[in-house]
């Protein structure tokens, strides 16, 4: 069973950075496809950042690309999410999950088949 655990969450003013980590156990990391999803008080849950097997695709939601950078680590079994001139709205909790289906596929909209328990990012104006 695959567990993730993410952690780097905080309270930061806008315009900060975090970065956020998502440990990977339970089965062969360089297997799956790892992505950031995240959800606002009273909206939905929304795709973020997504990487492939191999780290030589990466995806990004248009509310983020060119501000957050995915990346990972198949030595660590660790993804990391960093988080640069970060906003309010970007306030949110940020899930990390993990799919045997390529990223693009997650990025289509096949959900993905593991979720961490996520970590809340807030960020003030």
């Known amino acids: 069973q695959v567990q993730l655990v993410e952690s780097g969450g905080g309270l930061v003013q806008a315009g900060g950075s975090l970065r956020l980590s998502c440990a990977f156990s339970g089965r062969t990391f360089s297997g799956y496809s790892i992505s950031w999803f995240r959800q606002a008080p009273g909206k939905e849950r929304d795709f973020v950042a997504a990487?492939?097997?191999?780290?030589?695709?990466?995806y990004y939601a248009d509310s983020v690309k060119g501000r957050f950078t995915i990346s990972r680590d198949n030595s660590k079994n660790t993804v990391y999410l960093q988080m640069n001139s970060l906003k309010p709205e970007d306030t949110a909790v940020y899930y990390c999950?993990?799919?045997?289906?390529?990223?693009?596929?997650?990025?289509?909209?096949?959900?993905?088949?593991?979720w961490g328990q996520g970590t809340q990012v807030t960020v003030s104006s």
């Open positions: 990487v492939s097997w191999s780290d030589t695709n990466t």
């Open positions: 999950t993990a799919s045997p289906q390529r990223a693009s596929r997650v990025v289509a909209g096949i959900p993905p088949e593991y």
